[in-house]
């Protein structure tokens, strides 16, 4: 049945042409796919100069907070 099918070589040729296209508009839309979806979950980072001093922070609403003891934070940081 297959080289009934296919015995004219201009559709073979022509439904090798379309197969192809299809496969590489399928890999195409795949890849973009894919990248727009890592875009999406990455994470935006903020980032600010290092200064030295006091860190300070604020806390409202309702309970009770408890400290935790104070932590030395020298540590080296590579740039």
């Not at 201009?10 to 590489?24: G, P």
């Not at 890592?38 to 290092?50: E, G, L, N, R, V």
Request: glycine share 6%; net charge positive; charged share 15%.
């Amino acid at each position: 049945m297959f080289s009934k099918l296919f015995a004219n070589k201009k559709i073979l040729w022509i439904t090798v042409a379309v197969i192809s296209l299809l496969a590489v508009g399928g890999l195409y839309a795949f890849r973009n796919s894919q990248a727009d979806s890592d875009s999406a979950d990455a994470p935006t980072m903020q980032t600010a100069k290092i200064r030295q001093g006091d860190l300070t922070l604020y806390a409202s609403g309702t309970g009770t907070l408890i400290p935790v003891p104070c932590k030395n934070l020298n540590r080296s940081i590579l740039l």
